[in-house]
């Protein structure tokens, strides 16, 4: 909850990604906010003041998810209403913008976005949740202590920094300090 909170203030890209973790724990737990909060969150926690706030945000999150039918897969509205935002962003900063360092990243991570999406399940993503999928995919592979072939992580690699890219300009656009923002 307030790792979240902190993420979503400082870094979109993270926020997404530590949400899609949230999601898969809060799945793996059965939706169990008891389960949650003695198995994963205590244990984790150094003061134990906070659980009642983790509690009330956990059922919050599992109240959401139920209601939004996304209990065996998918993710929260709220997390698809950022992606989207992402998504014109990155748009406009290929087309209205023409900012050519993001086109650039673009240029170079387009084929093995490609690639990604020709050997996975999400031919019907824009390319932004593409990366997004792929990012978390490697953060799982870390977790399992999966060996990621160096190709693999070039891949990965030109992703992340097509999205670190996006995510620096999503918060100077949100806070108004972009320099295409104040055009």
């Known amino acids: ?34 389960k949650i909060i003695s198995h994963f969150v205590q244990p984790q926690l150094p003061d134990a003041s906070f659980l009642e706030q983790y509690r009330f945000w956990y059922s919050g999150l599992v109240r959401d998810m139920q209601s939004e039918k996304i209990v065996e897969s998918g993710h929260r509205m709220e997390l698809q209403e950022v992606l989207i935002e992402l ?12 900012d050519e360092k993001y086109k650039a990243l673009y240029a170079t991570a387009l084929p093995l976005i490609e690639d990604f999406v020709e050997h996975s399940n999400l031919k019907e993503k824009n390319y932004v949740e593409v990366c997004f999928h792929a990012l978390y995919m490697k953060l799982l592979m870390r977790l399992q202590k999966k060996e990621i072939s160096a190709e693999t992580e070039e891949a990965f690699d ?11 300009a999503y918060h100077q656009m949100k806070s108004g300090e972009g320099q295409y923002w104040n055009n």
Not at 3 to 29: G, S, T, W
Not at 88 to 94: C, E, G, K, Q, T
């Open 158 to 168: 030109a992703m992340r920094i097509l999205v670190a890219y996006l995510s620096r």
């Open 87 to 98: 998504s014109y962003l990155h748009n406009s900063l290929l087309t209205v913008v023409n």
């Open 1 to 34: 909850m307030l790792i979240a909170q902190k993420k979503y203030n400082e870094n979109i890209a993270e926020y997404i990604l530590y949400m899609y973790q949230i999601e898969d724990v809060i799945r793996a737990y059965h939706f169990d906010v008891d």
